[in-house]
């Protein structure tokens, strides 16, 4: 699959077809990470969720050329690369989201990602924390501390998306912190379904708190 047709599978949400060619051809993995990098917000977002069950399908058979991706994804967002990797917290969760204690040992780095002095990073970090807490919230659970201090954060995709990431945390005692941004009207882009839809900070901070009244 050339990296247009790949594209074109993106734009289409094809995610079949593009898992039916990993099958045979794990660089596909190589080419959704250069896809991760595309101007266009919603073919990078569906190259993050395609790289994620790529990586699953492609872990089983071969792990190790799963984490040399992970870490050509550290090495994106090293100032000696080149250039900061834009998306790569995002992919980096993606895939370790599939396998996380196959892949325990970049939960950490994911984390660290916070010590970066890219702030405009720490959506993609909440990000990545919150979908890899989805399958195992145990493995980052230690991430709280930096999720909550960024309930503060004078950006608001930043505060949405911690706030998004609470919920997936599992830890009924931040209720508080959430309920304090009910009155954030504030908005910013999430991918959901495939799209890019516009939430506000209280929405995300009452869908967590919904989810955290359930456990």
């Not at 959506?123 to 919150?130: H, N, Q």
């Not at 912190?177 to 009155?183: E, P």
């Amino acid at each position: 699959m050339t990296r247009g047709a790949l594209k074109q599978a993106l734009e289409k949400a094809d995610y079949i077809a593009i898992a039916r060619r990993a099958a045979s051809d794990k660089r596909v993995l190589s080419q959704l990470f250069s896809l991760t990098y595309v101007a266009d917000d919603r073919i990078g977002w569906r190259a993050v969720k395609a790289l994620g069950l790529v990586a699953a399908q492609v872990a089983k058979r071969d792990a190790e050329f799963v984490r040399g991706i992970l870490r050509r994804l550290m090495w994106s967002l090293n100032d000696e690369s080149g250039g900061i990797g834009w998306r790569s917290p995002q992919a980096m969760g993606a895939i370790v989201a599939q396998h996380p204690r196959l892949f325990a040992e970049f939960v950490p780095i994911v984390v660290s990602l916070f010590d970066l002095d890219e702030t405009y990073l720490h959506p993609g970090v909440l990000w990545a924390i919150g979908h890899i807490a989805e399958q195992d919230a145990d493995c980052v659970r230690f991430a709280l501390p930096h999720v909550l201090t960024c309930l503060a954060d004078p950006d608001s995709e930043t505060r949405g998306i911690a706030a998004w990431c609470l919920g997936r945390l599992g830890e009924p005692q931040v209720s508080p912190a959430l309920k304090a941004l009910l009155a954030d009207r504030a908005t910013l882009s999430v991918f959901v379904d495939d799209e890019l839809v516009v939430r506000t900070v209280s929405e995300l901070a009452q869908e967590a708190l919904v989810r955290l009244e359930a456990i």
